[in-house]
């Protein structure tokens, strides 16, 4: 018994160094180099809290958590009402319903990149011909090339792909639900409009909170559908925080500045998270 806790010592120290390794230790020196004025190469010293000071003088950096929060808040929303309503209908007794789901959950697998160059084809030509051949007008201009619309062709694009992970979290509480439920207040004459705020969605509240700390944690930290949407344009008015760390930090030689941006980052998704759950665990309901 007493050799049993070395040897698990020894299966998990690999995972340990590793996860060390490439994730706490880039993490620690990210955190130090933030109190310095670092540029990624060269020489370097020690300038304080500096960076943090400039970053909310920065106006790059303030658009960049503007628009991070406009389009992470209208997404979280979007994707999780139309995953539950999707849920809602795979879970009623329909044809093909196995088969159904499968294919809702396959935008969830493609990589992100992908579909992101494809619905860039789908909006730059392919939207913009259709719409020249049948006269809409309106639609002959590309919707990423406008500085105040582009945001919304990411927004697609970004609830189209995680509406399909948040519609399983959806069904596996749906299938959490006792029929008997559903069985009495039919007896009890309640509609469906009625059994679904009575009994459905209190009863499904954990997974409500679920989906929507990820959706917003993962719409808070959206970089690859920008790159390969509209990289940051027009100008920088779909630069999101993420990127504007990729970008400025790596290629604009601005390596400890923004590295004091991507702690006040992380900080901004912790307390946006614990937030969350505080609020919505409230309204849980144990069965």
Known sequence: MKKKPSVYVWMLLPAVILFFSFHTLPVLQGIFYSFTNFRGYGVWE????????????????????????????????????ISLVIALGLNAKIKF???????????????????????????????????ENTGLTGLTTSIL?????????????????????????????????????????????ASKWQEFWKITFPLIAPFFTINMVLAMKNFLMVFDHIVALTGGGPGRATQSISLLIYQDGFAGGQFAYQSANAVIYFVVIVTISVFQIRILQKREVQL
């Open 97 to 131: 319903h196995k088969t159904l789901r499968g294919i809702y959950f396959m935008p969830n697998i493609l990589s992100i990149l992908i579909v992101g160059f494809i619905f860039n084809y789908i909006f730059s030509i392919f939207i913009p011909e259709i719409a």
């Open 46 to 81: 020690f300038v304080g809290l500096d960076n943090y000071i400039r970053i909310f003088n920065d106006r790059n950096a303030l658009n960049a958590y503007g628009f991070t929060f406009q389009f992470a808040i209208v997404s979280t929303i979007l994707v999780n009402i």
């Open 145 to 189: 090339g406008s500085p105040d619309h582009a945001w919304i062709a990411i927004v697609i694009v970004a609830v189209w792909q995680a509406a399909a992970f948040n519609t399983i979290l959806y069904l596996a509480g749906l299938a959490t639900i006792p029929q008997d439920l559903y069985e009495a207040s039919a007896l009890d004459g």
